[in-house]
């Protein structure tokens, strides 16, 4: 019997959607097993290079742009690990923790010494990993099933945009995905629940912008990202008050601070004498902060200061700056961009009895939820 054609082989059955989730990018190396048989392709040049029936331990790494697995050359720059069971690839993270994922494994050569890794698989099988990241499985179903669409959307969103792309989407920097590893039953339930539900908006796949806690008020996409044109508009959300990134602090000595400044480009001559917002946007987040000393000053936006300083440090762009003792102290509220759903203020809302239709309607206001 002649080998199926590779590209039939590497499409599950069904027309399930797929996505392409770059899981570890441009790093030098990657170590995967595989629990059960299965088959080593070279995309390259469109062969099989061997069958095997279980792996323990593949190291892979780059060397003059060949993939070398365990040492050996496969003279290839993109070869797909194919299992024959669903769950049997495991990827090795950088705690030494072995996660296992469904679908395929694209391990991609970059450039002479670096490596992707890409895990196709269905879209609602990806959102399985993805909701128990974004949220906690103990959440009331109300916002699983809110996280569950607006993951899809986001996702749906970058699937559209991916053509001729070697990936779709990056884990973790768009959105958090922890493989079959991550699966829990009450957020595999709200997969299941809202399959293939996406949101639109203007006729449209929204791409769903979510982030932790807004703090009390969301903000207009424009500001965050100048390219979302016709999103939906912010709107006030107290639903997340009180709840444990509501609020937060910070402070950094004044050197540490103009170190940083300068790291950035950003060159203050002397010490920081003051520092002060300059610009806001209508919702009260900072957009645009000066930092002085006696002989000149920079402005930069309130999410450079966000990057410069530590998006951790500086939890949002909606805070209140002095300096005391020496140091920069910072008070805010809220927890990320603030586009979008606010996932505290979803939780909130559901324990209030409102359904995951209202509160996706809440935070993406105008939108409709289709299939
Ligand atoms: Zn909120």
């Given at each position: 019997?002649?080998?199926?054609?590779?590209?039939?082989?590497?499409?599950?059955?069904?027309?399930?959607?797929?996505?392409?989730?770059?899981?570890?990018?441009?790093?030098?190396?990657?170590?995967?097993?595989?629990?059960?048989?299965?088959?080593?392709y070279d995309k390259i040049h469109h062969r099989?290079i061997?069958?095997?029936?279980?792996?323990?331990?593949?190291?892979?790494?780059?060397?003059?742009?060949?993939?070398?697995?365990?040492?050996?050359?496969t003279k290839s720059?993109h070869?797909?690990?194919?299992?024959?069971?669903?769950?049997?690839?495991?990827?090795?993270?950088?705690?030494?923790?072995?996660?296992?994922?469904?679908?395929?494994?694209?391990?991609?050569?970059?450039?002479?010494?670096?490596?992707?890794?890409?895990?196709?698989?269905?879209?609602?099988?990806?959102?399985?990993?993805?909701?128990?990241?974004?949220?906690?499985?103990?959440?009331?179903?109300?916002?699983?099933?809110?996280?569950?669409?607006?993951?899809?959307?986001?996702?749906?969103?970058?699937?559209?945009?991916?053509?001729?792309?070697?990936?779709?989407?990056?884990?973790?920097?768009?959105?958090?995905?922890?493989?079959?590893?991550?699966?829990?039953?009450?957020?595999?339930?709200?997969?299941?629940?809202?399959?293939?539900?996406?949101?639109?908006?203007?006729?449209?796949?929204?791409?769903?912008?979510?982030?932790?806690?807004?703090?009390?008020?969301?903000?207009?996409?424009?500001?965050?990202?100048?390219?979302?044109?016709?999103?939906?508009?912010?709107?006030?959300?107290?639903?997340?008050?009180?709840?444990?990134?509501?609020?937060?602090?910070?402070?950094?000595?004044?050197?540490?601070?103009?170190?940083?400044?300068?790291?950035?480009?950003?060159?203050?001559?002397?010490?920081?004498?003051?520092?002060?917002?300059?610009?806001?946007?209508?919702?009260?987040?900072?957009?645009?902060?000066?930092?002085?000393?006696?002989?000149?000053?920079?402005?930069?936006?309130?999410?450079?200061?966000?990057?410069?300083?530590?998006?951790?440090?500086?939890?949002?762009?909606?805070?209140?700056?002095?300096?005391?003792?020496?140091?920069?102290?910072?008070?805010?509220?809220?927890?990320?961009?603030?586009?979008?759903?606010?996932?505290?203020?979803?939780?909130?809302?559901?324990?209030?009895?409102?359904?995951?239709?209202?509160?996706?309607?809440?935070?993406?206001?105008?939108?409709?939820?289709?299939?």
């Amino acid at each position: 019997m002649l080998p199926r054609p590779i590209n039939d082989v590497l499409r599950p059955a069904g027309s399930a959607r797929l996505i392409r989730v770059a899981i570890v990018v441009s790093k030098p190396s990657a170590v995967i097993s595989v629990i059960g048989p299965g088959t080593f392709y070279d995309k390259i040049h469109h062969r099989r290079i061997k069958r095997f029936g279980s792996i323990s331990k593949a190291l892979f790494n780059v060397s003059d742009g060949n993939i070398f697995v365990n040492g050996r050359n496969t003279k290839s720059s993109h070869i797909i690990i194919l299992s024959d069971m669903p769950q049997s690839i495991r990827l090795r993270d950088k705690f030494g923790e072995n996660i296992v994922y469904r679908g395929r494994m694209d391990i991609i050569a970059v450039g002479n010494n670096s490596l992707t890794i890409v895990n196709t698989l269905p879209l609602d099988e990806y959102i399985m990993g993805v909701v128990p990241r974004e949220t906690f499985p103990a959440w009331p179903a109300a916002a699983l099933r809110a996280q569950a669409v607006a993951a899809r959307s986001f996702a749906l969103t970058h699937i559209l945009n991916g053509k001729g792309k070697e990936f779709d989407i990056v884990s973790p920097n768009h959105q958090l995905y922890g493989g079959a590893s991550a699966e829990t039953l009450s957020t595999t339930k709200a997969v299941l629940d809202t399959q293939g539900e996406v949101l639109t908006y203007n006729g449209k796949v929204l791409c769903a912008f979510f982030y932790t806690c807004c703090g009390g008020k969301t903000e207009e996409a424009k500001n965050i990202f100048p390219s979302a044109n016709k999103y939906p508009h912010a709107v006030d959300s107290p639903y997340c008050k009180g709840t444990k990134h509501y609020s937060w602090s910070f402070s950094i000595a004044l050197e540490n601070c103009s170190q940083k400044l300068k790291r950035a480009g950003k060159y203050l001559t002397g010490r920081i004498t003051t520092v002060k917002p300059v610009k806001y946007f209508e919702s009260g987040r900072v957009a645009q902060i000066k930092f002085s000393s006696k002989f000149n000053s920079v402005v930069i936006t309130g999410e450079e200061c966000r990057k410069i300083l530590g998006y951790n440090n500086i939890r949002s762009t909606l805070f209140k700056v002095r300096i005391k003792n020496g140091r920069l102290q910072f008070v805010g509220r809220g927890w990320g961009h603030a586009v979008g759903m606010c996932q505290w203020g979803s939780k909130v809302m559901a324990e209030k009895g409102f359904d995951y239709e209202q509160i996706l309607s809440h935070f993406y206001p105008g939108t409709k939820i289709e299939r």
